[in-house]
């Protein structure tokens, strides 16, 4: 065997890249599958075409959280610090930014400022909760999965008991209503797929943040330097670079991501605040995130099949009434309902393919 | 330390005795008291009074007997689920299944409790019925907490997150069940709750009058079980010595994916076994509204309790005076009930984060970080 210095990366390149292409073949399966239950279900009331361009754009709006909050965790783990706290920065940012809006609206503002200072609100409520979780992790370096469950707990108790004295005071504000759907030229207007060209900001920014979140990370030295604090950080240290300050950082633009992530939910989707709104999609998220083996795209394409359950979700219950009698159970929405979560337990056990965590992930740095 | 003389020794060991009663009490306790000034702050800031607020919180849970019963009564499904943590924290696993494994649980202990003399067409005489609907319950939640445990030991899939997936799942299923097929078929039933458990199914109040039941002692018969499982037994030695360092288990003979799977299975079996008894001593039927947050909540009360089951006993006893003094503030405060959760959310970070109590009451560090808090 001869392995010279260069091939041996190489060959582990293309051996990833190989368990990145059944991966995404399996999913693209997946997909196809679910969109076909739904052809079957509806295709009695509507036009199969016109319910394959509804489902995927269901689809991708709907796994804009998720995409979000899978980079959110990127970002963090990339350079060594676990962050279940996603959830809980999502139902922050969802609350906070849902509020901020409505009272920019009472103000006086017109509905896009406010829902644009709304958005604002939401990205630096969720920073400053992820700055909490960076000082636990990595300055107070406690167990970086009970730093998140804190910061899940409090924003569960948090934003509920705010949403309660609001119902309590009996407080009638104003609507913002959601963010304006934004038609990309020419594209939205084709006849049957147009609609998946009629997307809202924040679902639009989701899928260029896929993008930029590769280019950062492979492509730039502050990539290099995440990556390296992630994977060495003693040797990062070695050649200069400050772990403690790496970690920060990206914990931090991870808590801007979620943030967005969280404004999806009451800024964008429906103009409403819930207090369980998030319902575990934070925790989806972060599979997604493993089933992408840590990469931008991996994980947002892992996002895409949940983000399908969730579509095949919707859509049988829009098409109940054309369900035949032996399948009455799926009337119900908790059968289909707990698909996202099924397939969120299969990605992680490797039964679709493996992949590798970096190696200092979530074990704290003695400098 | 082999130059130490025996008087040295003796010394150091006093000091070190010393430190760890600060160690184990006063910083759990300031983490408390630190815990409540906060969420005094939150209620001052959201423009309530945080005295009239504990008058009313402190009035519902120690101010009569019904208060101190209510307070039992929440206490009871707490302390389970601590010491459901505790043995998995303790393993060195994070079981966050909590809330899924209580529910199933329930709805098995529910599913027995009505569903068996209906089957047998007989009434079953209640020292066979209770035990067994307990057991069904405890078996379910063990069950539930055993798969991520295998999926775990098999494929390495984190449990943190499979947990939480099948508390999800567990949810999902039981609102499917009461509101479909097992739903109270009673005419006036509009909720998702099954019809009430047989006579002979149910757990006896302690004391004619008040909701606190028999459930309670076997919590704290259940603390002690554990006390002596983790201490005393082989199978918690291997608990322990998984959870502090699996490689040197492996390395010592123990066979760690057997471990593992043990752990988060006793584990879901005691939250399983909260669900069995809330529903036999308590509610006599399952409903779905009454589980949620519990298994959130009992992190907490299990990091206050320091892992062990005295400890988990108290903190719970704490948090259960916390709920049910909360309605009591919630009517003469105004103050949403929801601010506990705000108070138990600061007192995890102060208990999580003990350097920063330390900091902030000038006490020195241990030499040694607990598991799981420290690095």
Known sequence: ?367 | MSGATPTALSKQGRARRRQELVQAVIVPLLAVFTGLVAGAVVIYLSGSSPILAYRGLWEGAFGSPRALSETAVWSTPYIFVGLALAISFQGGLFNLGGDGQLALGALFAAAFGYLLPNVLHTEVPAVIHLPLTLAAGALAGLMWGAIPGWLKARTGASEVITTIMFNYIALLFVAYLLNGPMKDPSPTNMLARTPQIAETARMAPLFAGYRVHWGLVLALITAVAVWFLMGRTALGFEIRTTGANREAAEYAGINNRRVIVMTLALSGMLAGLAGAVEVTGLYYRHDVSYSAGIGFEAIAITLLGRNQPLGVVLAAFLFGAMRSGASRMQFVAQIPVDIISVVQAFILLFVAADAIVRYIYHIRAPSEKPPLTGA
């Not at chain 1, 509905?111 to 300055?139: D, K, R, T, W």
């Not at chain 1, 390296?228 to 070695?238: C, F, K, L, S, Y």
């Not at chain 1, 919707?314 to 309902?337: A, C, D, H, K, M």
Request: overall charge positive; proline content about 5%; some cysteine.
């Open chain 1, 1 to 367: 065997m001869k392995t010279t210095p260069k091939s041996a990366p190489r060959r582990r390149r293309q051996s990833a890249n190989r368990a990145n292409m059944m991966r995404y073949a399996t999913v693209a399966g997946l997909i196809a599958f679910l969109m076909g239950i739904t052809v079957l279900v509806g295709g009695g009331s509507d036009p199969a075409g016109i319910i394959v361009a509804s489902f995927l754009a269901t689809m991708l709006a709907v796994s804009t959280p998720l995409a979000l909050g899978a980079l959110c965790g990127i970002f963090c783990e990339r350079a060594g610090v676990i962050n279940i706290a996603i959830e809980g920065l999502m139902l922050a940012a969802a609350f906070f930014g849902f509020a901020g809006a409505t009272f920019a609206k009472a103000a006086g503002l017109p509905n896009l400022p406010s829902l644009l200072a709304g958005v604002l609100v939401a990205i630096v409520v969720s920073v400053l909760f992820s700055l909490l979780h960076a000082a636990l992790s990595v300055s107070f370096k406690i167990n970086q999965v009970i730093s998140g469950t804190v910061i899940n707990i409090m924003a569960i108790g948090l934003t509920g008991y705010l949403h309660q004295v609001i119902v309590f005071r009996g407080l009638r504000l104003p609507s913002a209503g959601v963010l304006p759907t934004i038609r990309i030229p020419f594209l939205a207007d084709l006849p049957v797929f147009g609609v998946l060209f009629r997307q809202q900001p924040i679902a639009i920014s989701a899928l260029i943040l896929v993008a930029v979140t590769h280019f950062v990370l492979f492509h730039t030295k502050w990539g290099q330097h995440t990556i390296a604090v992630g994977e060495h950080p003693r040797a990062a240290d070695t050649v200069g670079i400050s772990v403690k300050r790496m970690r920060y950082a990206n914990v931090l633009i991870g808590g801007a991501i979620a943030g967005l992530a969280g404004a999806y939910f009451t800024l964008e989707s429906v103009p409403s605040f819930q207090p369980m709104l998030v319902n575990g999609r934070g925790f989806i998220a972060l599979a997604a995130v493993i089933f992408g083996g840590w990469m931008p795209v991996g994980a947002w394409v892992a996002t895409l099949l949940f983000g399908a359950a969730q579509a095949l979700q919707i859509n049988l219950q829009y098409y109940s009434s054309s369900l035949p009698e032996s399948l009455s159970f799926l009337r119900t929405s908790q059968f289909v309902g707990m698909l996202p979560y099924i397939l969120t337990v299969l990605a992680i056990t490797g039964i679709m393919g493996r992949s590798t965590p970096p190696a200092a992930d979530g074990q704290p740095y003695e400098g």
